[in-house]
Nanobody, 122 residues
């Protein structure tokens, strides 16, 4: 059974930092492209950042200078380091796993976690 479990969300103020983690089980983590997506109140789910099985990184324009994605294959864990958070970053953050396809596309992902809430106050 494949499981993706996110953690690290919380309530923070503008300018603060958070690090999200996603622990994956039930699949060969090192063989998957991984992504972070988010869904804010009343908004569609959007791509935040992705990292290929080989380590190539992709980031959405709104987070490019503030967020960093990384993976630790030995621990089956995906990370999202978020700095200088803004109220617009408030959302449920999801990690997802993909075997192939365009890394920024939701439809490329086969498995999803349940999400972790990030709330940023001004």
């Amino acid at each position: 059974q494949v499981q993706l479990v996110e953690s690290g969300g919380g309530l923070v103020q503008s300018g603060d930092s958070l690090r999200l983690s996603c622990v994956v089980s039930g699949l060969t983590f090192g063989a998957y492209n991984m992504g972070w997506f988010r869904q804010g109140p009343g908004k569609e789910r959007e791509f935040v950042a992705g990292i290929t099985w080989g380590g190539r990184e992709y980031k959405g324009d709104s987070v490019k200078d503030r967020f960093t994605i990384s993976r630790e294959n030995a621990k089956n864990t995906l990370y999202l380091q978020m700095r200088n958070l803004e109220p617009e970053d408030t959302a449920v953050y999801y990690c997802a796993a993909s075997t192939s396809g365009v890394i920024i596309s939701i439809s490329s992902y086969d498995y999803w976690g349940q999400g972790t809430q990030v709330t940023v106050t001004s």
